[in-house]
T-cell receptor, first 112, second 112 residues
Framework: EAQVTQNPRYLITVTGKKLTVTCSQN?????MSWYRQDPGLGLRQIYY???????DKGDVPEGYKVSRKEKRNFPLILESPSPNQTSLYFC???????????FGPGTRLTVL | SQQGEEDPQALSIQEGENATMNCSYK?????LQWYRQNSGRGLVHLIL?????REKHSGRLRVTLDTSKKSSSLLITASRAADTASYFC????????????FGAGTRLFVKA
């Protein structure tokens, strides 16, 4: 089954404790993105990647890091999480610019 | 920065009625996508319309695009209770790259 998976689905952590949210897709897509969703703001793009070792900033990259060492994986790293990073995070992948995005189920992160 | 803005923010209709949602954007685009999101879950792609297209259909969905007005509309005909969800438009800029900008969404409630 074609899908995007994220782990963990739910995470409660404390300020400053480094964490990684994993994302994996099995569709051999070149393009992957991370978004955060906050009430009233829709989805905002954090980072995106066009291929292995090629990443670029979205609209809200501050406080986040990403890496793309393999085509299928695109982890999101929060080196020192803060409460304003409490949000619902989505990973997505697509084959090309004119193709649909496939979204993961989301990761609900709470930073205390 | 948010580009897409949906209108209305919320819409409540009876089953069987049509639902129309509008999206406006600010800069030139390569394509515009519509997504559906059931409460707190991942987004599902509905339709992608390219900048050189004016109208597209998929089942009970009809999307129009007016690039001169920088606006798009999503029409759901003969709505069902299962259509209750949030609907988002997202734009891909014509400058290339893979930035995607989402609007804040329209919450649709279809009463049985």
């Amino acid at each position: 089954e074609a899908q995007v998976t994220q782990n963990p689905r739910y995470l409660i952590t404390v300020t400053g404790k480094k964490l990684t949210v994993t994302c994996s897709q099995n569709m051999n897509h070149e393009y992957m993105s991370w978004y955060r969703q906050d009430p009233g703001l829709g989805l905002r793009q954090i980072y995106y990647s066009m291929n292995v070792e090629v990443t670029d900033k979205g609209d809200v990259p501050e406080g986040y890091k990403v890496s793309r060492k393999e085509k299928r994986n695109f982890p999101l790293i929060l080196e020192s999480p803060s409460p304003n990073q409490t949000s619902l995070y989505f990973c997505a992948s697509r084959q090309g610019q004119d193709n649909e995005q496939f979204f993961g189920p989301g990761t609900r992160l709470t930073v205390l | 920065s948010q580009q897409g803005e949906e209108d209305p923010q919320a819409l409540s209709i009876q089953e069987g009625e049509n639902a129309t949602m509008n999206c406006s954007y600010k800069t030139s685009i390569n394509n515009l996508q519509w997504y559906r999101q059931n409460s707190g879950r991942g987004l599902v792609h509905l339709i992608l319309i390219r900048s050189n297209e004016r109208e597209k259909h998929s089942g009970r969905l009809r999307v129009t695009l007016d690039t001169s007005k920088k606006s798009s509309s999503l029409l759901i005909t003969a709505s069902r209770a299962a259509d209750t969800a949030s609907y988002f438009c997202a734009t891909g800029p014509n400058t290339g790259g893979f930035k995607t900008i989402f609007g804040a969404g329209t919450r649709l409630f279809v009463k049985a």
